[in-house]
């Protein structure tokens, strides 16, 4: 009888890959979105958002210099002993969640928001902030970029810009 | 003499309670240290403040509430009593009290962290978390016996169905199918691009290992059918797991994974 259990606990997952349920959508969800896993990773190859930064720096002209624009991805060791204990590059993780949340944010908004008032916004701006403080203490300006790159096995093929934010004075 | 194989693979219900008791205080024990180690990651300039993340709070009272308990010494003394609770697992086993606050505390970590920190890992960290606190709560209305198997049961059908999907939808793309994925992935990897003479740059070995591991997860059901099969599966899901932290960082996910193996056995050998 089990067994007969089994097949259709199968069938029923086969289905679930056909029929398309619509997709809920609110705050506390998001929050509680791990009580519902898609379980899917890895799954689809595509453009993936990437955040670029540049710092604007008041030369001894009174000009308004940039920097190049830094690539803010990350990057970690391989290590073994990783598998017991690894915070940075799960932060590093993390931070690339996070910028994949942006995008989503950004893809989802109607026309005409403003998107620095999504909270997604706002963390990738402070944290844009933060890390040009680290790499130019000088810095008086900031503005990133979202740009969305495409790869095949190996290169990048397409890229095009999702969004710049505007100009910002650093605070 | 005969050999009874299939008996000498199945996991008593006693054994197989310990077995997953042990191996989820681990996996949670090494998130919880993780997560001590971040704190600096949620101050400052960093980028999880929770000064900006408390917008996502939608009720007025809750956004309160969490303000207090995600101050600086709050949220490292909920971490130091998460490793209590995991100590108390490890030498008295599961019990309400315990497993309730592991529960409670997940959900607020979560929340900390907008819902996942680490995707995949958090998702089947709270499918067995919920499936032992079914155990216990079924335990106190009924049998011990019946809340085990709903625990486990619950445990074992949502690990099962993570290998179905993520098989079954890389088989739908054609990228997958021509192992190109797996190397494009791989090059975005927290590690950095492959190194030019990378074995899995090879198109064919990358395209071989795509369909073994696509079909492998998309036969996951069948490991059910028989404790054997549930031990071998769970064997080639340990070394899939170590490749995926390997290639990807994902640590977290081999020790999520690890944790619900006891479960899928268990379930395997009553059938």
């Not at chain 2, 997953?20 to 993780?34: K, P, Y």
């Not at chain 2, 939608?58 to 600086?72: A, C, E, G, T, V």
């Not at chain 2, 199918?177 to 190194?195: C, D, E, K, Q, V």
């Not at chain 2, 996951?220 to 549930?230: K, M, N, T």
């Amino acid at each position: 009888m089990s067994v007969y259990w089994v097949i259709g606990y199968f069938l029923v997952l086969v289905l679930t890959l056909i029929y398309k349920t619509p997709i809920v959508s609110g705050p506390w969800l998001f929050l509680l979105r791990s009580f519902f896993p898609n379980w899917k990773f890895f799954h689809a190859v595509g453009y993936v958002p990437h955040l670029y930064a540049r710092a604007g720096i008041v030369n001894a002209t009174g000009q308004l210099v940039w920097t190049d624009w830094v690539h803010l991805y990350p990057h970690a060791e391989q290590k073994f002993w990783h598998l017991f204990h690894n915070p940075k590059t799960n932060l590093g993780l993390a931070q690339q969640n996070l910028i994949d949340h942006f995008w989503a944010d950004l893809n989802d908004a109607p026309e005409g928001c403003d998107p620095r008032s999504f909270v997604s916004y706002q963390m990738v701006a402070h944290f844009v902030a933060g890390v040009l403080h680290n790499l130019y203490p000088e810095h008086t300006h900031n503005q990133f970029e979202l740009r969305m790159l495409l790869d095949n096995s190996a290169e990048t093929t397409n890229t095009h810009v999702m969004m710049t934010s505007p100009e910002e004075v650093r605070t | 003499m005969t050999m009874d194989w299939h008996a000498s693979f199945m996991l008593s219900t006693p054994l197989a309670i310990r077995a997953i008791e042990l191996l989820f205080a681990w996996s949670l024990s090494i998130q919880t240290l993780e997560y001590l180690r971040m704190r600096p990651a949620t101050q400052g300039n960093s980028l999880w403040v929770w000064s900006i993340q408390r917008q996502d709070v939608p009720n007025q009272w809750m956004r309160k509430f969490l303000d207090s308990l995600f101050m600086p010494q709050a949220f490292t003394a909920l971490l130091v009593l998460r490793l209590l609770a995991l100590v108390s697992l490890v030498f008295q086993g599961c019990h309400l009290l315990n497993i309730g606050f592991l529960f409670v505390s997940n959900l607020a970590l979560l929340i900390r962290w907008r819902g996942a920190f680490n995707g995949g890992s958090d998702f089947m960290t709270l499918v067995v978390l919920t499936g032992l606190l079914i155990a216990q709560v079924v335990s106190h209305f009924s049998s011990s016996e019946f809340g085990w198997r709903a625990g486990f049961w619950y445990i074992t059908i949502h690990s099962i169905t993570s290998y179905f999907m993520s098989g079954s939808v890389k088989l739908l793309q054609r990228e997958w199918r021509n192992g190109s994925a797996m190397t494009i992935f791989l090059n975005a990897a927290i590690h950095g691009p492959l190194g030019s003479g990378h074995w899995l740059r090879k198109p064919w070995l990358a395209t071989q290992s795509s369909w073994a591991f696509m079909v492998w997860e998309s036969l996951a059901p069948l490991a059910l059918l028989d404790a054997r099969l549930a031990v071998l599966f769970c064997l080639i899901a340990s070394l899939f797991h170590f490749l995926v932290f390997w290639y990807f960082g994902l640590n977290r996910f081999f020790w999520a994974w690890l944790a619900t193996f006891p479960a899928i056995i268990w379930c395997a050998g009553q059938i």
